[in-house]
């Protein structure tokens, strides 16, 4: 291995070793984030930083998660190797990638074109087959491949969409930020029951906005 694939090695051992110490124990998760080489979904100039424990600039003005955020939402998440996972907030495509190691098939929705373009290209780039994405509003999900097993939601909603309880399976799970301002995001795990909906907050959280409608040019 070259010392550069061997520094890349150890700052993976280290982030995994961070997570571990922050409470993330799920063997499954700690094992899919360390095969998604999360240098290769951020901007070159922050490549140093890829796998330090905070979220980083991306393109169109978003953020690429923080791997503590995207490990613990994928943990309360729960995937099973059989399960059909709706993301809504492609970005980077980093979560996408990480939830493709661990479920039948993810499903992603991104607002801007831009983005959706180079996330795509890194799931050909990783050969991560189980990827479908689509430019789009996702507050609105994706009916045509409904039901989902899960949703994850990357971005914060000011309030539960409909269309997604809509599109979950009874039973399913919806990991979604929901909050009116930055300061004020909660994560919430929101399971859809025969009668309705059952909600647990779980952590506060910083998400861009959740915005309804697509952007003309970008
Ligand atoms: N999951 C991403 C983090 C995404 S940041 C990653 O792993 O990198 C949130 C993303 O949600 C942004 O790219 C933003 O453009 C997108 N977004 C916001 N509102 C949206 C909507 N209504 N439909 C689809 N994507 C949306």
Redesign the pocket.
Known sequence: MTPAGEETDTRKIELIMALRRQGITDARVLSAIERVPRAQ?VEPSFKAQAYEDHALP?E?G????QPYV?AYMTEALDVGPRMKVL??????????AVLAHLCRRVYT????RT?LRDAEERFRELNLTNITAKS????KGWPEQAPFDRIIV??AAETLPDALIDQLKIDGWMIIPIGRSTRDQKLYRVQKTEKGVDCEELLPVR???????VPKDI
């Not at 978003?62 to 998660?65: D, E, V």
């Not at 789009?136 to 507050?139: K, L, T």
């Not at 998400?207 to 309804?212: A, G, H, R, T, W």
Request: charged letters at 15%; a negative charge; hydrophobic letters at 35%.
């Open positions: 979904f991306i169109c978003q953020t690429i998660s995207v993301e809504v907030g492609t970005g980077s495509g980093y979560q996408a929705i991104e607002r801007y983005l789009g509003d996702g507050s990357t971005a998400f861009v906005p959740l915005v309804e409608g």
